[in-house]
């Protein structure tokens, strides 16, 4: 097979000249299928590929005869390798950048090569594809305007706590990668600091053959994976927080006992209850316990 072409089903297809520049391509996540025609076009007509690891992205590259050279770029040698491939790509070259699966740079190495390469206004080249967060994202059932990505939460369990505790008042739909070895720990420690309620998604194995979704509560997922051994790539994704979880009550009673004696308890309870985004029934209770008090 000639050099820069790719396979097909077995048919053989040119891959086009590609302008110099540095490509994001992603991969496939787990089914080698899930990969387009413009990213097999590309990898197959680049100059070099990096590859987080050389032996895990050969297994896609041989599935499509892709025979583009290989070399490795990942957190031990970016730094250092990042001003020798802007020098290549200012020469002329055409230079792919992938991770071992999905999109590159999504808790993978690449930042530093990419930061450079903006700085140094080198053309730099998205090919869009498979993302382990957009896909568990899309099937969770969780809401989907408005989300926010955390990566790997600390390993350790007091720091992993005390990261939960920033975001447990976080609105948006939060998601998370983790290890299958944390996965329980994990479910423990969000049922611990973010309720036993809130709603929770574990998205295991997406795209593969055993691809599973648990859903739930916090406190339901942390009980069915207490102990167990997980397998696979794990994204886990919470709830955001309710407005309620946003509002600090020692504020909110302190302007309502301050109206209190301002106005009569109904007006007072009843802006309290809209400034707040709080329920009227709550907030009256609360207006009689500290009338009682007086």
């Not at 089903?9 to 080698?32: C, D, M, R």
Request: net charge negative; charged share 25%.
């Amino acid at each position: 097979m000639a050099e820069h072409q790719f396979l097909i089903s077995g048919h053989a297809f040119v891959a086009p000249k590609l302008e110099p520049a540095l490509y994001l391509v992603s991969t496939p996540i787990g089914n080698l299928k899930d990969i387009s025609v413009r990213a097999l076009e590309t990898l197959a007509g680049a100059e070099l590929i990096l590859c987080e690891d050389t032996r895990t992205s050969a297994k896609l590259l041989n599935a499509y005869g892709i025979k583009t050279q290989k070399a490795s770029l990942h957190e031990h040698n970016e730094m250092a390798q990042a001003q020798n491939i802007v020098d290549e790509v200012k020469s002329g070259k055409a230079i792919c950048l992938i991770s071992d699966a999905g999109t590159p740079l999504i808790s993978d190495p690449g930042f530093p090569l990419v930061r450079m390469a903006a700085e140094e206004t080198i053309s730099i080249i998205a090919i869009p594809g498979a993302s382990a967060v957009l896909s568990a994202l899309a099937v969770s059932g969780l809401p989907t305007d408005s989300f926010s990505f955390f990566g790997f939460l600390p390993p350790k369990q007091a720091a992993r706590i005390s990261r939960l505790e920033e975001l447990k008042t976080h609105q948006p739909t939060l998601i998370f990668y983790e290890s299958p070895k944390r996965t329980s720990a994990t479910l423990s420690a969000l049922a611990q600091v973010f309720g036993s309620d809130r709603q929770v998604v574990v998205a295991r194995e997406l795209t593969k053959r055993f691809e599973t979704l648990y859903r739930g509560t916090a406190g339901e997922l942390a009980d069915e994976f207490a102990g167990e051994t997980v397998k696979g790539e794990v994204v886990i994704l919470v709830a955001g927080a309710s407005k309620l979880a946003q509002v600090d009550p020692d504020q909110w009673r302190a302007v309502l006992k301050t109206l209190m004696e301002e106005m009569p308890l109904r007006g007072a309870v009843d802006k309290v209850a809209a400034d707040f985004d709080l329920k009227r029934k709550q907030v009256y209770q609360i207006a009689l316990e500290l009338k009682n008090a007086e």
